[in-house]
């Protein structure tokens, strides 16, 4: 059921910046004033950026970005991903919150999304640093069924839906680091994760949870030299329900392509224009074999083709990268 806050709250996000008065707001929503004046108050306690104007109303700043989970769903045009969601205001890893649940019991496409992370992580257990309303946080499930594809395009399923959807919705262009970084002007902004699930029954892959990080506000001081966030690159801030739908689109609309509609090829293509390592020269930790290599591009199923310093071709498929200029090795992978 709907709190009464939230619904206050979303009537004054889709009026952001204009007065709504409490008579208004007791009139939509059937209530009191005197309810409004409370649900107004929680509201505030929990950061929300609402000015009360005396004998007058209230009014959401531009600047808010609160997060709105009837927002999100407005802004859906997906068939199933994220039709289920779950909004926390603090959660410890929204993939690790999937992880812990009984997930025969939610829909296929099931989204879980949080203001903040107490233990937001990346690959390999790294720290992703996720403090609250500073960006983006939020994991979904894929119920695999029937479906048998390469497991691993997922992620390039996913890092392809969120440089659409940033590009779309901030109007700057969102550039890929194998396999799952986004970078823009030189600078990561998001990382992704993917993790597969096991059925103890089958002992065969059942699903997969795709979680994604993106810095839309401040930027932490530790990382400020090579992380960056919408706000940060573009001006831009008050989007993050809007972004959460639009990278929900975008991948549906990537995984029916990639899953009934036979368009690898395409999405591949599009994965590698916006590679932008691809002649550049990297370190490359496979498996704990370290060389220099230069990158060449792709292949059909995502490997990393390079060129190491003795001439020979090889296809990465596993391990790390960094850029051979000394990447920093604090990342939000």
Same mark, same amino acid.
């Given at each position: 059921?709907?709190?009464?806050?939230?619904?206050?709250?979303?009537?004054?996000?889709?009026?952001?910046?204009?007065?709504? +008065? *409490?008579?208004?707001?007791?009139?939509?929503?059937?209530? $009191?004033? =005197?309810?409004?004046? /409370?649900?107004?108050?929680?509201?505030?306690? =929990?950061?929300?950026?609402?000015?009360?104007?005396?004998?007058?109303?209230?009014?959401?700043?531009? !600047?808010?970005?609160?997060? %709105? /989970?009837?927002?999100?769903?407005?802004?859906?045009?997906?068939?199933?991903?994220?039709?289920?969601?779950?909004?926390? %205001?603090?959660?410890?890893?929204?993939?690790?919150? &999937?992880?812990?649940?009984?997930?025969?019991?939610?829909?296929? *496409?099931? +989204?879980?999304?949080?203001d903040e992370q107490t233990l937001g992580r990346g690959r390999r257990d790294r720290t992703?640093? %996720?403090?609250?309303?500073?960006?983006?946080?939020?994991?979904?499930? &894929?119920?695999?069924?029937?479906?048998?594809?390469?497991?691993?395009?997922?992620?390039?399923?996913?890092?392809?839906?969120? $440089?659409?959807?940033?590009?779309?919705?901030?109007?700057?262009?969102?550039?890929?680091?194998?396999?799952?970084?986004?970078?823009?002007?030189?600078?990561?902004?998001?990382?992704?994760?993917?993790?597969?699930?096991?059925?103890?029954?089958?002992?065969?892959?059942?699903?997969?949870?795709?979680?994604?990080?993106?810095?839309?506000? @401040?930027?932490? $001081?530790?990382?400020? =030299?090579?992380?960056?966030?919408?706000?940060?690159? @573009? *001006?831009?801030?008050?989007?993050?329900?809007? &972004?959460?739908?639009?990278? &929900?689109?975008?991948?549906?609309?990537?995984?029916?392509?990639?899953?009934?509609?036979?368009?690898?090829?395409?999405?591949?293509?599009?994965?590698?224009?916006?590679?932008?390592?691809?002649?550049?020269?990297?370190?490359?930790?496979?498996?704990?074999?370290?060389?220099?290599?230069?990158?060449?591009?792709? !292949?059909?199923?995502? *490997?990393l083709i390079v060129k190491n310093t003795n001439g020979e071709t090889l296809t990465i498929?596993?391990?790390?990268?960094?850029?051979?200029?000394?990447?920093?090795?604090?990342?939000? %992978?």
């Amino acid at each position: 059921m709907t709190l009464l806050k939230d619904e206050v709250l979303h009537i004054l996000e889709k009026r952001k910046g204009a007065v709504v +008065t *409490g008579g208004q707001l007791a009139q939509i929503l059937g209530v $009191s004033r =005197n309810a409004i004046w /409370k649900s107004v108050h929680v509201l505030q306690d =929990n950061g929300h950026k609402i000015v009360s104007i005396p004998n007058i109303g209230y009014k959401l700043l531009e !600047d808010d970005d609160s997060l %709105s /989970k009837q927002l999100i769903c407005e802004k859906l045009s997906t068939t199933f991903l994220g039709r289920s969601m779950t909004l926390l %205001s603090t959660v410890h890893s929204t993939n690790q919150y &999937l992880r812990e649940i009984n997930l025969a019991t939610v829909d296929n *496409g099931y +989204t879980v999304v949080a203001d903040e992370q107490t233990l937001g992580r990346g690959r390999r257990d790294r720290t992703f640093l %996720s403090n609250k309303g500073d960006g983006i946080y939020f994991s979904f499930l &894929l119920k695999l069924n029937d479906v048998k594809q390469e497991v691993r395009l997922f992620t390039i399923c996913a890092a392809v839906a969120v $440089s659409r959807a940033i590009e779309k919705i901030c109007n700057m262009r969102a550039d890929i680091k194998w396999v799952n970084d986004i970078y823009c002007n030189g600078k990561k902004i998001c990382g992704i994760l993917t993790e597969a699930m096991m059925s103890v029954e089958l002992q065969e892959l059942d699903c997969i949870i795709i979680g994604i990080g993106i810095n839309t506000n @401040t930027v932490a $001081s530790e990382i400020k =030299n090579f992380a960056t966030s919408i706000q940060e690159e @573009t *001006g831009i801030c008050g989007i993050r329900n809007q &972004l959460i739908a639009e990278i &929900l689109n975008q991948f549906e609309l990537v995984y029916f392509d990639y899953t009934t509609q036979n368009k690898k090829q395409a999405i591949m293509q599009y994965y590698q224009n916006r590679l932008f390592i691809i002649d550049k020269k990297i370190t490359v930790n496979e498996q704990g074999n370290t060389f220099l290599a230069t990158v060449e591009g792709v !292949d059909e199923d995502g *490997g990393l083709i390079v060129k190491n310093t003795n001439g020979e071709t090889l296809t990465i498929t596993t391990g790390e990268i960094q850029l051979h200029q000394a990447e920093p090795q604090l990342t939000q %992978s």
